[in-house]
């Protein structure tokens, strides 16, 4: 009977060992794919190009709210809320 325990014991302490194995590896795996969308991220929001278009957007946003009849002031706290909401 000691032996049976004894060896359930082993078979699933290693068992354990193995799905925690593999769990880290999962987890290593998850990390560099995260890294790399990250990485990628980084690189698109700092592109000039992007920069410049979504500085056009806003000043456009901006000006069309004023155009509208809100006054300067408003235009700018519409646009702020505007910005804030997509983050």
Do not use: H, R
């Amino acid at each position: 009977m000691k032996t049976i325990i004894f060896s359930l014991l082993i078979v699933t302490t290693l068992f354990s060992a193995s799905t925690l194995a593999n769990n880290d590896s999962q987890y290593e795996q998850m990390a560099k794919q995260l890294s790399k969308q990250l990485e990628t991220s980084l690189k698109v929001m700092n592109n000039p190009k992007l920069i410049k278009a979504n500085a056009k957007y806003i000043k456009s946003l901006y000006e069309a709210l004023v155009e509208e009849g809100f006054t300067k002031e408003q235009a700018l706290q519409l646009v702020a809320a505007t910005l804030a909401s997509k983050k």
